[in-house]
């Protein structure tokens, strides 16, 4: 029959966990950009402290689905690239 | 950013200019990372272990290299440049390499047949580019002058910014899922499509106004800086395109919440805690020198032709891909 899926909210500190993760990799992308001009670096920087390796915040399941939304903003990334400028500027 | 006036080289064009020059670069960062680390080999490494290495660091993070090259990031479009594009090209052409050189690395560990992988995946690809091309040319190219060229459709509610996102939408995760299915690297799929999407964009002009007054347009969608000096009057509305449709719905998403979550997940994909023991340290420093002459290489292709400094970007660039390759 139907499978379901019973939506459970998240605890608080899940959420604030979130929030945080998703603010702070914009933050510190800022900061390090600023400072060495590299903001990459500073996100891949938070996903270390936050995940399995350090602090270990973030559930495993949370880190699958966003190696797969990551691996999708690489793709669009790719494509941006290729499409928004290929003028030749010689 | 200057643009020639009358008449614009196809992005086709281009794209064959620059392939040669692309294509050497791209096999000096695949060859010479492998090549060098077999010179490990009498320290006491076996000679697969050095190919894998060696393999895996020059794997492009194309995500890198996109970044960097990001108006965003360094203020004007470097993308726009020779340079810049020839980086590009080689990152991908670098990936795909990689791609098939993890499949070579899992034969060899003991599944399917080297041939026909190999095979497969070359043909996957070159195939996959021929016939999109081929596609656009014919099928695409026609099909979008004739929704551009009826500007009515774009006053309609479901017509406009939104209709052109989803033909975004629709050529990307087309040729994604070719690539994918097929047997070659998704981000070549990306690759092309974006390639389609550029050429599409720049042969097909809205038929108001000149050419001379699209291309100040153009610039600006192209460009964060300010539009280009040219004869432009304010009260014109900015063409609309494929690229500027995606760019409305899509960068702001894709800047602030998709790639910052990429580059988590890489940081804590990297096995942070065995990396601090001494034995892995040292051997990483040996191995960080060696991938480092290796890419610097790469800038050799470009020395003979322009500046040093433009070697040492060059270079630098793919050093900075290797050692996120590396983690």
Not at chain 2, 275 to 291: D, E, K, T
Not at chain 2, 316 to 325: K, S, T
Request: aromatic letters at 10%; proline letters at 6%; charged letters at 10%.
């Amino acid at each position: 029959m139907w499978s379901s899926f019973a939506y459970h909210e998240p605890s608080t500190s899940s959420t604030l966990i979130l929030i945080a993760f998703l603010y702070l990799l914009n933050l510190a992308g800022w900061f390090v950009q600023v400072a060495i001009g590299a903001g990459l670096l500073g996100q891949i920087l938070i996903g270390v402290i936050f995940g399995t390796p350090l602090a270990g915040w973030l559930p495993h399941a949370w880190e699958e689905s966003f190696v797969a939304l990551g691996y999708v903003g690489l793709l669009v990334l790719v494509y941006e690239g290729m499409s928004a400028c290929h003028r030749p500027n010689e | 950013m200057k643009l020639t006036a009358g008449g614009m080289q196809s992005s086709i064009a281009h794209l064959a200019s620059i392939l040669p020059l692309a294509t050497a670069v791209a096999l000096t960062g695949i060859l010479a990372p492998i090549g060098l680390s077999f010179i490990l080999v009498p320290m006491g490494f076996a000679p697969i272990h050095s190919f894998a290495a060696g393999s895996s660091l020059a794997s492009t993070s194309l995500g890198t290299v996109l970044t960097v090259l990001h108006p965003a990031t360094v203020g004007f479009d470097l993308r726009q440049t020779r340079l810049g594009a020839i980086l590009f090209t080689a990152a991908v052409m670098d990936d795909v390499v990689a791609f098939i050189l993890a499949k070579v690395i899992s034969v060899l560990g003991g599944e399917g047949n080297l041939g026909t992988e190999i095979g497969r995946t070359l043909g996957v690809t070159i195939g996959i580019g021929i016939v999109w091309g081929l596609v656009t040319r014919f099928l695409l190219r026609p099909a979008y002058a004739a929704i551009v060229a009826r500007r009515a459709w774009e006053q309609t509610p479901w017509g406009g910014e939104g209709l052109l996102l989803m033909l975004n939408a629709l050529v990307f995760t087309g040729v994604v899922a070719a690539s994918g299915y097929g047997g070659t690297s998704p981000l070549y799929g990306a690759y092309v499509a974006g390639l389609s999407v550029a050429y599409l964009s720049s042969e097909v002009q809205p038929p108001t106004g000149s050419a001379e007054m699209e291309m100040p347009d153009m610039a600006m969608s192209c460009s964060s800086s300010p539009a280009s000096p040219g004869s432009v009057t304010p009260a014109l509305e900015p063409a609309t395109s494929l690229i500027t449709a995606f760019d409305s719905y899509a960068s702001k998403p894709l800047a602030y919440l998709l790639l910052p979550i990429f580059f988590g997940s890489i940081g804590y994909s990297i096995p942070f805690v065995p990396l601090f023991r001494g034995r892995v340290i040292w051997r990483g420093i040996v191995y960080a020198v060696l991938m480092t002459i290796g890419k610097l290489m790469c800038g050799a292709w470009v020395a003979r032709r322009k500046s040093w400094r433009a070697a040492l970007f060059l270079g630098g660039a793919m050093v900075a891909r290797g050692e996120i390759g590396l983690l």
